[in-house]
């Protein structure tokens, strides 16, 4: 606010936000080109509806594990079908190759990792 920087954003974010190449180029060894490879969103819930919007059709399945992000559900809507692969609780909530296996179906288009990835820190 000091900076009068109060206004909202361009939808792709601010140049500089696009072409900070420390946030994956140096830590991840990923080059990209900020122009047409970069989407900045609001934030994680609408990135992956998003992401998954882009890449699912109306018929396509959906594998998600359980316990799972509550906005991930919504997505369901378009008519893709939320197929979980493990019981709340079961395995003490580990994933297993074999609730993964037994989950996969022929419509099946997409599983959800969800994991917490830990940034390097910036210099």
């Known amino acids: 606010m000091e ?8 939808n792709a974010g601010t140049p500089s936000l696009g072409s900070d190449r420390t946030i994956f180029e140096r830590p991840f060894q ?3 080109n900020p122009a047409n490879e970069i989407l900045v969103t609001v934030g994680g819930s609408e990135g992956i509806d ?3 919007r882009a ?18 559900s919504p ?3 378009i008519g ?9 609780g079961e395995d003490e909530f580990k994933l297993t190759a074999e609730s993964l296996r037994a989950a996969i ?3 099946s ?5 969800a994991t917490r990835a830990i940034l390097p820190a910036r210099s």
């Open 80 to 88: 893709v079908e939320w197929r979980r692969y493990r019981d709340v």
């Open 50 to 52: 998003l992401a998954l």
């Open 3 to 10: 900076k009068g920087k109060t206004q909202y954003t361009p």
């Open 30 to 32: 990923v080059v990209y």
């Open 55 to 72: 890449l699912i059709e109306q018929g396509d399945e959906i594998l998600i594990p359980e316990p799972c992000y509550i906005s991930y």
């Open 105 to 107: 179906t022929p419509r």
């Open 109 to 113: 288009k997409i599983l959800v990792l």
């Open 75 to 77: 997505i369901t809507t």
